[in-house]
Nanobody, 123 residues
Framework: QVQLVESGGGLVQAGGSLRLSCAAS????????MGWFRQAPGKEREFVAA????????WYADSVKARFTISRDNAKNTVYLQMTSLKPEDTAVYYC????????????????WGQGTQVTVSS
């Protein structure tokens, strides 16, 4: 019974940056691993990044390594995705998710799912 609300999406030119936030309800949300997924029109949902409860384990999709950074602030029940060097291929709706472990999130296993925030990268 955790609600996730994404924010921070918008329109940005190629090479620009955006920081996405995911606010989770309830203090128990800090007991879940968190992750980000994205989905572009006509494409399958794609894993982006995941972070463990303690932030000791982090996973990134190969397509975003060295450009995106996932972090979390458990005191604020918030997970972030800092995106830099954005490319038009990054255009998608970005979703926040929560699950039992970062490893499971990496492979698409999650328990809670947000409504998404649109990221559009123009060239």
């Amino acid at each position: 019974q955790v609600q996730l609300v994404e924010s921070g999406g918008g329109l940005v030119q190629a090479g620009g940056s955006l920081r996405l936030s995911c606010a989770a309800s309830g203090r128990t949300s800090s007991t879940y691993a968190m992750g980000w997924f994205r989905q572009a029109p006509g494409k399958e949902r794609e894993f982006v990044a995941a972070i463990s409860v303690s932030a000791g384990t982090i996973w990134y999709a190969d397509s975003v390594k060295a450009r995106f950074t996932i972090s979390r602030d458990n005191a604020k029940n918030t997970v972030y995705l800092q995106m830099t060097s954005l490319k038009p291929e990054d255009t998608a709706v970005y979703y926040c998710a929560a699950g039992p472990s970062s490893y499971e999130l990496k492979y698409g296993r999650y328990k809670y799912w947000g409504q998404g925030t649109q990221v559009t990268v123009s060239s």
